[in-house]
């Protein structure tokens, strides 16, 4: 079982994470932004905001408090070669030499890909959802996943590569109500909209493994399941597919999205019972990960308890979530760190929870 | 005794914490950045950079292990009304939020002046030193230190006011050679510099006491020792100055460059002597803070440790500081975070010195 913790919002953006990088724009994504900043304010805000996101400093904490693992989530564009974005792959060499100084390993996280995978702000692109429908955006996410495999193959801080964050399903897309929940901008641009069909991701999945394990013969390829993990049983199975892991994401507001406030007993329950059933059933068929998980429950009685209660509170969900999460190879928390004055949103923040010692103090009690 | 850290590098740049933010420019020192950047660089840069160099939760990381003062260095033009500079008060109100949410006190130390008092980098601009030859200056700074202890007189996080950062020396003038050491980029602006004269700073000291004591009753008044602390014997009595506190800057590598690289006994020794006898001299006379210090020694072993030998070798400094420390009301380390891939700037890196335990784990026993 490895310990990890995510990079978000380094090298892709979310506005709520770090609200002043949007501050002067009307731009609710990423895409948004760069297209209403001039090129000047573009290039130094991207710049500024890369460079001290995240520093050698920040491994050599998460080394210290027991992490292993981290999940880098990058953009398509990440060479620079799709205009008028500025490329970032520097950063993510940099991040290779400071895993590699503090013994840490590194998850590559494609996370966004021409048109969008889901429509989520986190895609790029809010509303917009038309990857998989035009066989150039398909084959361009390929190379830039082979690039990325061929450059990183050889690094001793390599763990794996990860061929796409969070293509949404069906019932998912339903559930969130997409075209309201994350409105487009250009209803043009949004055009054709809809959930990425299995039959679509199995074939992409085949795709981008075959390309993956030719650059890179030792990488672990990592694939999300698409909010469909039922769906996989008996997909990933040798010699098609080898050192693969199946990568769930787990998150307690989606119980109180769907069936509003809980008790903390019950989300306990549902941890122990679904959260850890999900986990141990895929377990069984292929080694699961959970790439993104937080302490947050989204419940009213999160946000209104104080000082010691609080953490009693939070500390209680996450014993309960890292006992869930045992028949997995890894995991990684969302996120490493947010700048945000809100407090609803401070057990998303590892740094927070770990210092409030909302997490226990020893996180790799094997190390 | 409060245990503190400086906020280096936030409000004021210096170039060698995060030379990063002085790409694409020759600039060497904050002034020539604003000057060499346009408008909408200058703005972009400064803006992302002090809304990511620290947030609330830096403070809470800060509270968690054992901080309890934070010394915020501040430029003359904070209000935003000395073009081109674009002013930086609302970033101190937020760390004034911060501190009260998480039970700290802050020194507000103002960092520059216009024509700067010591041709330092950290004063704003390298090789000049001309504040005190100018009248206008000197009551544009008393105008300054007047608005903030106004502003937060009655804030519950503040502890005090610093009239004035490091004002040289003829001693230290020489000992550097500072227009040798920090050149000046335009000799007509540099004319006519030259150290801070003590009876000039009595003078500017008197004055600036009344001036932030009629403004803020309660707050302590902090005075900088302009690396003379000798002089000052007898100087800071009651009634003339009440709710003072003397801050004196103790480096060790002012021993390696007067006399070279020393071993580790050397430098406890000189630890224990000479920065000991100083404070506890001092101490007789006025209340004592070190605002500024580190771990670092600038000889060449510190760089080429590695592991238990580097740890050990850095707490074994630490150790003995925190010992020679004990007479003062107050210390805050220089500096809470740094941006730097040179493993020689580590030690001036708090986080880091905590995450690596070469400071002590409970900073603050009697918390």
Redesign the interface.
């Known amino acids: 079982m490895m310990t990890g913790v995510n990079l978000g919002n380094w090298l892709v953006l979310e506005k709520w994470m770090?609200p002043?990088?949007f501050?002067g724009t009307s731009a609710e994504d990423e895409v948004h932004l760069w297209r209403e900043l001039?090129e000047?304010?573009a290039r130094?805000?991207f710049?500024?905001?890369r460079?001290?996101?995240v520093?050698?400093?920040d491994v050599?904490?998460l080394a210290?408090?027991g992490i292993e693992l981290i999940r880098i989530p990058v953009p398509y564009f990440i060479f620079g070669d799709v205009p008028p974005y500025v490329g970032c792959i520097e950063y993510l060499d940099k991040a290779f030499?400071w895993a590699q100084r503090h013994g840490q390993k590194i998850l590559i996280d494609l996370h966004t890909v021409p048109g969008s995978q889901n429509g989520f702000d986190n895609g790029g692109i809010c509303g917009v959802c038309t990857f998989h429908k035009k066989p150039e955006n398909v084959e361009f996410a390929l190379t830039v996943l082979e690039r990325l495999a061929a450059r990183y193959r050889d690094h001793p801080s390599l763990w794996g590569v990860q061929v796409l964050n969070e293509p949404i399903s069906q019932e998912l897309w339903d559930a969130i109500d997409i075209p309201t929940r994350y409105p487009a901008v250009d209803p043009e641009e949004a055009a054709g909209s809809e959930p990425v069909p299995t039959e679509f991701l199995q074939r992409f999945y085949r795709d981008a493994y075959a390309r993956i394990r030719a650059a890179a013969p030792n990488a672990t390829v990592v694939f999300h399941d698409g909010f469909r993990i039922a769906e996989w049983k008996g997909f990933f199975t040798e010699p098609d597919f080898e050192n693969v892991v199946l990568d769930t994401h787990l998150y307690l507001m989606t119980l109180t999205w769907s069936a509003g406030d809980h008790s903390l007993d019950d989300y306990l329950a549902f941890i122990a019972d679904r959260f850890a059933g999900d986990v141990r059933e895929a377990a069984r068929d292929v080694p699961v990960m959970i790439g993104e998980w937080c302490l947050d429950t989204a419940a009213t009685e999160a946000t209104v308890l104080s000082g010691e209660e609080r953490r009693s509170y939070f500390r209680r969900i996450a014993d309960a979530q890292l006992r869930a999460w045992e028949p997995a190879v890894a995991w990684t928390y969302w996120s490493y760190?947010?700048?945000t004055?809100d407090p609803k949103h401070d057990p998303w923040?590892m740094?927070?929870a770990i210092?409030?010692r909302w997490l226990p103090e020893e996180l790799a009690p094997g190390t």
């Open positions: 770090s002043e990088l501050d001039s000047t304010a130094e805000r710049k500024v905001h460079d001290s996101w520093a050698d400093r050599v904490y210290a408090n030499e760190k947010l700048h004055d923040d740094g927070r210092e409030l």
